[in-house]
């Protein structure tokens, strides 16, 4: 959130019981995100927060895209500000990956460009030894898992490189078949992150 002021919204504790608010720099609520109505203290939305001492650049109800929820009472750490709790994932599909914001979008469109590739694509982000990483599942034409290994391993150098150029880091690519690859999708979603925060 390079819009608001830095060095950022809220810190955490000893208690790790939430992120306490800078309450003097902000004003933030939860809202419905299909709807923008206000939620009560304790429900799940989409945190919005408005500056209160920006002079020369004001946000008013910025969306910050997060989903998470606000915690009210005291904590046991003796502050009384207001704790955010972990955001628990996005309104949007962005990812953020090593420090980049990732759009699944941008990989989908990277593929459609790449002759033997179908436009399905799953994510699934990890993290090894306190390191991000990203592979990407793509689903190829059947011709391309009963031609020569060679080009397999061209096809995989190949969509591993532009993708690295687009992206920004390196990317494990594995290729899969359309019927496996739909039935992930179906189990579980286009994107799967299993970093534990």
Do not use: W
Not at 46 to 56: G, H, N
Not at 81 to 109: N, Y
Not at 120 to 133: A, C, G, M
């Amino acid at each position: 959130m390079s819009e608001l002021s830095g060095p950022g919204i809220a810190g955490e504790c000893d208690a790790k019981s939430g992120l306490h608010l800078a309450e003097d720099f902000f004003l933030a609520e939860i809202i419905d995100p299909q709807t923008g109505t206000p939620l009560p203290p304790g429900q799940s939305g989409e945190l919005v927060l408005t500056t209160l001492t920006r002079e020369a650049f004001p946000l008013l109800r910025y969306r910050t895209g997060d989903i998470t929820s606000l915690d009210f009472s005291p904590c046991t750490c003796g502050r009384t500000l207001a704790r955010m709790q972990r955001v628990m994932e996005r309104v949007d599909d962005v990812i953020i990956v090593q420090g980049i914001h990732v759009v699944p979008g941008q990989i989908e469109k990277v593929l459609k460009e790449i002759e033997g590739c179908e436009p399905h694509y799953q994510i699934v982000v990890s993290r090894e030894n306190h390191r991000d990483t990203l592979e990407v599942h793509v689903a190829v034409s059947e011709n391309i898992f009963f031609d020569e290994m060679k080009r397999q391993r061209s096809l995989l150098e190949q969509i591993r490189s532009v993708l690295m150029r687009h992206i920004g880091f390196r990317v494990e690519v594995k290729l899969v078949e359309r019927k496996t690859l739909a039935e992930n999708l179906q189990q579980s979603g286009k994107i799967i992150d299993k970093r534990v925060l």
